[in-house]
């Protein structure tokens, strides 16, 4: 009994000990659970259990993973200095950037030239897709300085780029930080959301007119009802990761249409004397907010780049951004010119509605297009939930079915897009309001803002630098009003032309 009484005591004391060691190293570390999100994701260098990084998926412990394990999960994702949970590859990320950029806008440049007129259309198409790469550029530098600068463990997207870049600008302005990040934000789901409704009134439009040709006349709003469906399906995807195939996929069917809307343009081309040089001024701010509207990726910019297994190489001169846009711009000059040339003032807002009706090719090219167009639609719905779902899930506060919730609200957001196209069917008109408000805004207003701004905070801002973002802005600010309000007032008169 004596040795039992000693075991005991023995025993007894040794679990204090452990327990009181548990305890000192829960107190002392003062280590921080991640609960699965970027921004919750925290570590203490200086804790002494440095072999394991617990991980949670929700307020209790479910597995512990070696640091071995997260150093090459932070080595996947490039140097970003965090875990990428899906990063994407350089051929897919040219992919997502393709497909971002290569919409139902560019079907529509044949329009915009007709706007401006047949020479000074391409150039001036030309000269903004310059500009905007440029300002992609500018926003990508000014994420960077900002992530050097102030040591962030967290690449930030556009919206969170502005606001960091003023809070930490000159003393006057610093105040505006959440509101130029609301402001931003508000005019990446506009114009996101934008492009969505467009593309219920590309696809409908164009299957309308094949269905009509056999007979299956239906309202082409009843053709947006039909494809609610699978845009529905393909926009519930969570992952940009796993919407890497659909873009591919999309990809092929959209060159596939390209070239043959390029035949098409190419037969028995009249001479470029038929058109006219230069188009009337009060239709240049319809040209300004359609061609704006083509160049409708530079909200995918800094997400891609963050997704991306080595994101050095995305703004490198020949990466992601620089290849990949070079090619978008020989594409718009290509099917606007050619559309132009070949149906002249007949163009319309697509230059599909133009190919023969009657013409088997052109009626599959009528299908082709707008199933790639079905597939894009999800790839630039990612940016308005990414901007919007985390609102409101703190508005709704903890919700039991996070994945749930989300769908839910995914399936909401695409309800909205719908009744919003139903209500303004006009393509043509359309595009050019959203790109004359939105896409001015975004592609032109706030890149050269940010780089004054960081180079008057470095006392390193230049006579030139003001200059050329000044009247970059000027641009902007004068396309956003004149485009803006020539399409509004077009959207009215086709209203009430219908209505008569």
Known sequence: MAAFRTFRKSLGSCTMELQNKKSSNHTDNGKQPWYGSKSSCQTDK???????FMTFQSKDPIISIPMQEKSSKEKAAGGHGLTVEHPTSYVETIMHLFKGNVGSGIFAMGDAIKNAGILLGPGVVLILGIICVHCQHLLLSASKTMVDKLQLTEAPDYAQTVQIVIENGPRPIQKFGKTMKTVVNMFLCVTQLG?????????????????????YELDVHFHMAIILLPILLTALIRNLKYLAPFSTFANILMFVGILTCLYYSCLDLPKISERKYVANWQQLPLFFGTALFAFEGIGLVLPLQNEMKEPRKFKTPFGVLNVGMTFVIILYLMVGFLGYLKFGEDIKGSVTLNLPESDILAQSVKIIIPLGIL??????????????????LNFIGPVKYPVMAELTFRSLLVLVTFVLAEAIPFLGLF???????????????????LEIVIDYTSDNLRASCVIKNIVIMLVALCGMATGGYESIHSIINAFSEQSH
């Open 46 to 52: 200086s804790s002494s259990n440095d072999d394991v």
């Open 195 to 215: 492009f969505c409704c467009v593309y219920f009134v590309f696809i409908s439009e164009n299957l309308k007119q094949v269905c009509d040709f056999y007979g």
């Open 375 to 392: 597939l894009t639609y999800s790839l630039q719905f990612y940016i308005a939930v990414e901007i919007t779902w985390p609102t409101v």
């Open 431 to 449: 595009i050019s309001l959203v790109g004359a408000v939105s896409s001015s805004a975004l592609a032109l207003l706030f890149p050269p803002l």
